[in-house]
């Protein structure tokens, strides 16, 4: 099968940055980091300070929590067989514990065990490809969140072949904990951007809110459809305009619906989570995107988060809020 390769990676968020500035020092940094384009920008008077722990954090969660580099936790618990276990560290344990509440109430359509299918399609590397019915029933086979054993720190698998993706999580959580380091440094207002995964700290250098551009999922890069403004809380987008390639016309994106094999098709084509935890809306995003609103709506109530915006396919604009 011919591809046409049109890989591509869009922020679907990004800041809609003020003109003048309020005096306050500041330190910036962008920085290509966990496959995206990574941008923190941090006001106060340790901001140096506070900007290179927020960096070493990110190259810390990214070395631990990466199923794509070789020496990650999660890359030794992808090699283990059946009747083994690996040992992890406590942050990891948590933020799979998280990940796997999700993946239960949301009965697997959210679903870390993704991988084997996410490999097959492997739709960020050079040469994708549509894989073969049989290709994806084999990777089928080896997914499901309930054969994943956790017993204190170590961790088994009940299934052959089982392989984990934090993928659609660990972004979430190093805004977080970036969160938390700043505040350690005394820091009130900064903008953590990990790549359309925004945390919007106190406010901006003109003293408002910082405004958050949502991109309209069917226009040029940078042009946003709704302009949120926010102070402490967190925007987090999934869009099948992130990550995708085209072949014999059709798109092909990396958010993928555990029960077809196939690319998530629930009809929308962007969704951005709005709350205080980015760990959360990070995970929604993901599978709301997955479920479709309909089907979420039904669960949003048990979950932590204020608002999210959605685009259906017709470009419509889908509000649900608290
Ligand atoms: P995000 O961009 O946060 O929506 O996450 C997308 C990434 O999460 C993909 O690149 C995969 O690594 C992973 N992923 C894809 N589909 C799912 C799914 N149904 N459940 C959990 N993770 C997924
Ligand atoms: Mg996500």
New binding site residues.
């Given amino acids: 099968m011919k591809c046409s390769k049109l890989i591509s990676l869009f922020l679907t968020i990004f800041a809609v940055l003020p003109l003048c500035s309020c005096g306050e020092k500041k330190a910036s940094a962008t920085e290509l980091a966990m496959d995206t384009v990574i941008n923190l920008t941090v006001y106060g008077k340790r901001c140096d300070e506070a900007l290179q722990a927020g960096l070493d954090e990110i190259r810390r969660i990214d070395a631990m929590m990466n199923a794509h580099s070789e020496d990650s936790e999660i890359a030794r618990l992808n090699s283990i067989g059946i009747g083994e276990e690996a040992e992890l560290s406590d942050e990891t344990v948590y933020v799979m514990k998280k990940a796997l509440e999700l993946c239960e109430k949301t009965d697997g ?4 065990s ?2 084997p299918l ?1 490999d097959l399609w492997d ?2 590397a050079d040469e994708p490809r549509v894989p073969s019915e049989e290709e994806i029933d084999m990777a089928l086979s080896k997914i499901g969140y309930r054969d994943i054993k956790i017993n204190g720190n170590r961790v088994s698998f009940a299934k052959e072949g089982m392989q984990i ?1 934090l ?3 660990v ?1 979430g959580y190093c805004a977080d904990r970036i969160v938390e380091i700043f505040r350690s440094y005394g820091i009130k207002n900064a903008l953590i951007d990990l790549g ?2 925004i945390y919007a700290l106190g406010k901006n250098e003109n003293g408002g809110d910082w405004r958050i551009g949502l991109q309209a999922p069917q226009e040029m890069r940078g042009e946003p459809f709704a302009v949120e403004n926010l102070s402490d809380k967190t925007a ?1 987008a ?1 869009g099948s305009y ?2 995708y390639f085209e072949s014999d016309g059709k798109i092909y994106h ?5 029960e077809t094999g196939y690319p ?1 098709d629930s009809g929308l084509i962007s969704v951005t989570v709005i709350g205080k935890s980015s760990l959360e809306a ?1 995970m929604l ?3 709301i ?2 479920m479709g609103c309909e089907e979420f709506d039904k669960i949003a109530g048990e979950f932590d988060f204020e608002k999210y915006i959605a685009v259906d396919k017709s470009n419509k604009v889908i509000t649900y809020e608290r």
């Fill in positions: 359509a959210f679903d870390i993704i991988k996410s739709i960020g993706d993928g659609a999580v972004k359309g995964n987090v999934s992130e990550r990396h958010i993928l619906d555990p998530a990070d995003s993901t599978a995107f997955v």
